[in-house]
């Protein structure tokens, strides 16, 4: 049984579809779609007769279980503001706010929550089940991701180092939701400097393992996680919705020449959800109250990423 049975959206865009695409599959209730200009915003027609649209946040109605706030990026300080004392269970899209202060001075609020989807993926699942019995089994980790900075400085005008807070993020929480806050951090060369934006190369220094870190600008690879067991074990995620997990070796031919390979033990895909991969968890999460992380758990994942800057 669901505790959220009414739901408001604000915002018209991509991420605010795709979570009334979510939502609409889950409740019986129409959903509210909240937009600045009825007549002026041509997003509107996609949601159809399924929504009930209203024009400005002053005339939502009362009767609001829940809300979803998944507006343009640069007004979530300001909406920060507006929803500060609301009671009702609220879902922000990522980032919440490029300051620290903004998102200080609500984090003791347990009804606000951020939209980090990348944790409720079924690879994320299975790994974070994995790792939270054996964690003292990893030897090493490493997270290579690549960032186009040009294609981001061109998309959002905003200075090049703000990029990891909105690609990047879900990555690098992803280090913090898996194995916690690093106790050290090692900066081996930062990413933004005078002279160029390359590569940039961290290390997380872990009790019994170290998080291996590189960023790299317009590389021709997908983002790739590699986790490695006591075991023989080797977890690794490339693309994230795909995760494949070796144990031992064994011989096979190559011509005329005998080689060893890796032996494929589990194969999880998330490729096969009609939504886009991670939102209807977190969606079915954020009704019965189960949503992950709050404010105060989106502030160690928001001062991690800091530490790239």
């Not at 998944?70 to 609301?86: C, E, G």
């Not at 703000?162 to 990047?168: A, H, N, V």
């Not at 790739?224 to 795909?242: A, D, S, Y």
């Not at 070796?249 to 060893?260: A, D, Q, R, V």
Request: hydrophobic share 40%.
């Amino acid at each position: 049984m669901y505790k959220i049975k009414k739901i408001c959206i604000i915002g018209t865009g991509y991420a605010a579809f795709n979570h009334f695409r979510c939502f609409n599959k889950l409740l019986k209730q129409k959903i509210i779609i909240v937009t600045r200009s009825i007549k002026k915003n041509k997003n509107l027609q996609k949601f159809g007769k399924k929504a009930l649209i209203v024009q400005g946040i002053k005339n939502i109605s009362k009767k609001i279980d829940g809300f979803v706030i998944a507006v343009p990026w640069h007004q979530n300080d300001n909406y920060l503001k507006i929803f500060r004392n609301n009671k009702k269970p609220i879902l922000f899209e990522k980032p919440l706010s490029l300051a620290r202060q903004n998102i200080l001075s609500i984090s003791y609020k347990k009804n606000k929550f951020v939209a980090l989807n990348r944790r409720y993926y079924k690879t994320i699942k299975y790994i974070k089940k994995k790792v939270s019995k054996n964690k003292k089994e990893i030897i090493d980790v490493e997270l290579n991701l690549s960032e186009n900075f040009n294609l981001f400085k061109k998309r959002f005008k905003k200075p090049q180092k703000f990029l990891i807070f909105f690609s990047s993020i879900h990555y690098l929480d992803l280090i913090i939701f898996l194995f916690g806050n690093p106790y050290n951090f090692k900066v081996l060369k930062r990413l933004f400097n005078k002279n160029e934006v390359s590569s940039g190369h961290y290390i997380c220094n872990y009790k019994n393992f170290n998080c291996r870190i590189n960023i790299f600008n317009n590389s021709s690879e997908n983002n790739k996680l590699i986790i490695r067991f006591k075991n023989g074990e080797v977890f690794i995620l490339n693309p994230i919705e795909k995760l494949k997990v070796y144990k031992s070796m064994k011989k096979e031919n190559l011509g005329n020449n005998k080689y060893y390979i890796p032996i494929l033990k589990k194969e999880i895909v998330d490729l096969k959800s009609h939504f886009k991969y991670g939102f209807f968890s977190q969606a079915n999460a954020f009704l019965k109250n189960k949503m992950k992380p709050n404010i105060k758990e989106y502030l160690t994942t928001h001062n991690f990423i800091e530490k790239f800057i």
